[in-house]
T-cell receptor, first 118, second 113 residues
Framework: EPEVTQTPSHQVTQMGQEVILRCVPI?????FYWYRQILGQKVEFLVS????????KSEIFDDQFSVERPDGSNFTLKIRSTKLEDSAMYFC????????????????FGNGTRLTVT | QKEVEQDPGPLSVPEGAIVSLNCTYS??????FMWYRQYSRKGPELLMY????GNKEDGRFTAQVDKSSKYISLFIRDSQPSDSATYLC?????????????FGSGTQLTVLP
């Protein structure tokens, strides 16, 4: 079964450094997402991306975050200047488009990148 | 009031038991309801996906949605030790330009052999 893959599985960085988290969505999917899960807390929506632009973003997704689809297969999340509170599991997800609407197609998640900011 | 509430557990049952997991929600605009299973240090894995009210069955799993009560359930029959995981409910509205899921906090389930 096709799956969403994420690299690296664990990233340790120092406060203030830039990190790039990488994802390869399922190949026929057109909508891409980033979610995060701080340890012991709920999975939270960050951003959705379609047709090479951001569709929706949450209040968490401020100016230090950016997303990009640099080629036909990868989808990246960049955090420009990491803070301690950015430590979390970051999940990439994708969904296909059915009937022209993403609401009929569920999300499939990758196994996440554990980001530790020291 | 939180938008989605889920009993965090932990819930521990013997193998073969019927498990009932529940979520309540306050946003009447939610139309799509999902259950995800999450093993430790893994991503959420989609288990069940339903639209609007009613029941949906898939093997040992049954998802139930009662929109009038704003209540959804997941039943697991003949539970197995491999079902031990955290179960997350999630839901979304129909409006907006793309899907945005709202998750419950998850219920940690242990099935004892």
């Amino acid at each position: 079964e096709p799956e969403v893959t994420q690299t690296p599985s664990h990233q340790v960085t120092q406060m203030g450094q830039e990190v790039i988290l990488r994802c390869v969505p399922i190949s026929n999917h057109l909508y891409f997402y980033w979610y995060r899960q701080i340890l012991g807390q709920k999975v939270e929506f960050l951003v959705s991306f379609y047709n090479n632009e951001i569709s929706e973003k949450s209040e968490i997704f401020d100016d230090q975050f950016s997303v990009e689809r640099p080629d036909g297969s990868n989808f990246t999340l960049k955090i420009r200047s990491t803070k301690l509170e950015d430590s979390a599991m970051y999940f990439c997800a994708s969904s296909e488009v059915l009937g022209g609407s993403s609401y009929n197609s569920p999300l499939h998640f990758g196994n996440g990148t554990r980001l530790t900011v020291t | 009031q939180k938008e989605v509430e889920q009993d965090p557990g932990p819930l521990s049952v013997p193998e073969g038991a019927i498990v009932s997991l529940n979520c309540t929600y306050s946003n009447s605009a939610f139309q799509y309801f999902m259950w995800y299973r999450q093993y430790s240090r893994k991503g959420p894995e989609l288990l069940m996906y339903t639209y609007s009210s009613g029941n949906k069955e898939d093997g040992r799993f049954t998802a139930q949605v009662d929109k009038s009560s704003k209540y959804i359930s997941l039943f697991i029959r003949d539970s197995q030790p491999s079902d031990s995981a955290t179960y997350l409910c999630a839901m979304s509205e129909t409006s907006g330009s793309a899907r945005q899921l709202t998750f419950g906090s998850g219920t940690q389930l242990t099935v004892l052999p």
